[in-house]
């Protein structure tokens, strides 16, 4: 490929024999479900009881959303018990090496040594002291000195019995925590909220990253030394005792919003994301992709968006997607002849993509629905999130299509791909469960009542299923029908539930310490009003109007992608929610205060353009987690194909600063003629920037067209009705100037590399 995409590749015709070889590993694969170290050889014995604490996390799930759910504490703490458990059974720490042990010594030098100055410089209880340098001991001794029993080390079986234990004491006594506050604690109550803070930790480490538990540490210790902090940080700080009562004690930190959302919303998606996976969604998908654009011009690329699409509807991890899709994608684009930074960030940009796509929109959008409260239902976060998803994807497409173009890049053979009638007659059903959730969510339901009700249509479909195939193909055509849910199929999806659910619990519980922090501390209001008033500063040199609104938007995009980097989209949500929506909202809520528009729609403007930008942070570098996960497939540059993936993305970017400059983009203007211009408009444009971004269209792009047809498109996407005509005219100037070149015989209008065309494209 050209230098537009990291180096020159000359592209090659796919073997007839080898796509479809590569075409049945693909459909036929098993989706991935569970990212990160994870232990693979284990004594049956633990595995037995690993699965048997996913099929129980799960029951209890389903049991609390028949019957209702628990007091929110309470909810919380039987699922961070299994969460806890579970995770320091499944995931192995991520240094394990003979050499390091004495790395290890001296981390837990270090760590007692911390111990003790806190100790006698705060006052800690023996109670807190005690319990702390257990769990550093333990944590190293499992890391560097572990000891095994069938594969698991004793350690970690101890850690995974005390995060239980200590969640289950808050189970317990959660019924007391208002008169504890006032008459105090007892010692067990602290010693449990020590052993299970400091496990929240070490399981946020292991199953999400050591980002989230830097940032975490850095929390606890600004609420500790806040009377030693500078400036505009100085706090009266918290002492041990006071940070355990709001992060484990209470329901502002660990057991707060995010926790609470993900034992409700959240695990039953992960529940009905697993069923679906069981009876043949992912693979239903992919087929469903390739028949659409398989055959098409760039078509392994173009297939990688779509199943990235399709699968995002029900999973919403980006960097589960980059994993599961990825691993056929990617060395099929290769193949194609894309190179390998392109072939990897296609499929990240395509799967953190699946984030922003309805109905699941991974955990932070049930997170939002919580924040923004007022009344919001979460069928009005789905609307709003239609318009820009689908402008996402659009651009993607239209980027990797007239980068195919230009480089020759051709579709699998039609012969080989799946016949799309045939597919839609014999596996659409399987759709209807989506159909279903997007009809209960749009009537009303809680999301949590709509995931119950589509897991028992889920099951109840797979049943209708089987008693047909049984009644017209007998018991022989039954055996063969491979995606049949069995009642140890069932349990086995429930466990894989629970496992999926892992990072998300971690993630949760972790999030909450931070806003717990932000909270009590008031940093949130600190940075919030730091925001306005170096906006309100910075605007004096800005003679637009409302630029005092466009640099906060600036700065807290900026904020939320340095915060991405490395911490879960969930967490970084949850942090720029407290921190930067109160900075934003009042200037929004003026701009629009003769539109008519609810509190609350104008509160979803401000969360979406916050969690767009943390959906982003998975390709910006230099820490982008899925374009990382997508280059260890692709054998690429990490960074270049994290760049790559801002480029093919490039409408993330974009488009959330038209979330307030235009709102019209998610179905919230004053009028249907100002939301369809905006709407009509914001399509024209992405695929205008698409364009640009992949500088071809009939012919090579001149860097002036390029800057034309940007131009056009920020128009079209930012301007009202008058100032999108006038993108449209330019668009069409550079449109017409493209296609006369074209027709004038320019010498750049094909590149010289070409092969011959082996398989028919479009």
């Known amino acids: 490929m050209s230098d537009e995409t990291g180096g020159k590749t000359t592209a090659v015709a796919y073997d007839a024999e080898e796509a479809a070889k590569d075409i049945k590993e693909m459909t036929e694969a098993e989706p991935v479900t569970v990212v990160g170290p994870l232990r693979t050889e284990l004594h049956p014995f633990w595995k037995w009881l690993v699965w048997s604490l996913g099929v129980g996390m799960s029951c209890f799930h389903l049991w609390t959303a028949w019957q209702g759910t628990l007091p929110t504490i309470e909810q919380g703490a039987i699922h961070l018990a299994f969460g806890l458990a579970l995770i320091f059974l499944v995931y192995r720490p991520t240094r394990n090496v003979e050499k390091e042990k004495r790395r290890g010594l001296y981390w837990t030098v270090g760590g007692i040594a911390v111990a003790a100055y806190l100790y006698y410089a705060t006052g800690m209880e023996m109670t807190i002291l005690l319990p702390s340098v257990a769990v550093l001991v333990l944590v190293q001794i499992t890391r560097y000195l572990p000891f095994n029993v069938g594969g698991m080390p004793v350690a970690d079986v101890l850690l995974a019995a005390g995060g239980a234990w200590a969640a289950l004491w808050a189970f317990q006594n959660a019924a007391d925590f208002s008169r504890y506050i006032i008459q105090g604690f007892p010692a067990s109550g602290y010693a449990a909220a020590t052993i299970g803070t400091l496990l929240v930790l070490v399981a946020a480490t292991r199953a999400v990253g050591l980002a989230i538990t830097i940032v975490c540490t850095a929390m606890l210790a600004y609420a500790l030394f806040g009377r030693d902090m500078p400036g505009f940080l100085l706090h009266s700080g918290k002492n041990p005792d006071q940070i355990l009562d709001y992060s484990f004690l209470g329901s502002e930190g660990i057991f707060g919003i995010p926790l609470q959302v993900s034992s409700t919303f959240v695990f039953l998606y992960m529940v ?18 390739l028949g659409i654009a398989g055959g098409r011009v760039g078509g392994t690329a173009k297939v990688g968006v779509i199943t990235s699409v399709f699968s995002g509807t029900i999973t919403g991890s980006s960097v589960a997607n980059t994993v599961s899709n990825g691993a056929f994608t990617i060395p099929m684009m290769k193949k194609a002849g894309y190179n390998k930074e392109f072939a990897g960030a296609v499929e990240a940009a395509s799967s953190t993509g699946g984030q922003i796509m309805p109905p699941v929109m991974g955990s932070a959008a049930f997170i939002m629905l919580a924040m923004v409260g007022q009344g919001v239902t979460y069928a009005d976060i789905m609307l709003v999130a239609i318009v820009p998803a689908v402008l996402f994807f659009v651009a993607q497409y239209i980027v990797v299509h007239f980068v195919s173009r230009r480089e020759g890049i051709l579709g699998l053979p039609k012969d080989k791909l799946p016949k799309l009638i045939p597919l839609l007659v014999s596996k659409g059903y399987l759709i209807l469960p989506l159909i279903l959730i997007f009809v209960i969510l749009s009537l009303g339901f809680t999301p949590m009542r709509a995931a119950f009700l589509a897991i028992l249509a889920t099951v109840g479909l797979n049943i209708v299923v089987q008693l047909l195939i049984l009644a017209f193909k007998g018991v022989q055509g039954w055996k063969s029908y491979e995606e049949k849910l069995t009642p140890m199929g069932l349990l086995n999806g429930l466990a894989d539930a629970a496992k999926m659910a892992l990072p998300i619990v971690a993630a949760t519980a972790a999030a909450g310490l931070i806003s717990g922090t932000i909270n009590t501390t008031a940093l949130g209001l600190k940075i919030g009003d730091g925001l306005i008033d170096l906006g309100a500063t910075l605007s004096q040199y800005v003679p637009i109007p409302d630029s005092q609104l466009y640099l906060v938007m600036f700065f807290t995009m900026i904020a939320c992608l340095i915060l991405g980097m490395g911490l879960p989209t969930t967490a970084n949500y949850v942090v720029m929610a407290v921190v930067a929506v109160p900075a934003l909202l009042p200037l929004v809520e003026t701009r629009y205060a003769e539109w008519g528009l609810e509190p609350f729609q104008l509160a979803l403007i401000v969360h979406m353009f916050v969690f767009y930008f943390g959906v982003m942070a998975d390709i910006t570098p230099p820490v982008c987690l899925a374009s990382f996960a997508a280059a260890g497939i692709s054998g690429g540059s990490p960074v270049k194909t994290g760049v790559q993936s801002m480029r093919i993305a490039i409408s993330g970017f974009i488009v959330p600063f038209a979330f307030v400059i235009a709102p019209g983009v998610m179905l919230l203007g004053d009028s249907w003629v100002t939301t369809t211009t ?46 999108s005509l006038i993108g449209l005219a330019v668009a069409v100037a550079a449109f017409l100037i493209q296609y006369r070149r074209r027709d004038g015989g320019d010498a750049d209008a094909a590149p010289t590399d070409r092969p011959e065309p082996a398989v028919t494209a479009e």
């Open 272 to 289: 009905f994301a697993a069923l679906l996976q069981r009876t043949g969604m992912e693979r239903f998908f992919t087929n469903l992709a």
């Open 678 to 723: 905006a709407v009509i408009s914001a399509v024209i444009g992405v695929c205008f920037l698409g364009v640009a971004v992949a500088g071809y269209m009939s012919v090579p792009l001149k860097w002036w067209e390029r800057i034309l047809m940007i131009l056009a498109a920020l128009m079209l996407l930012y301007g009202g009705i008058t100032v």
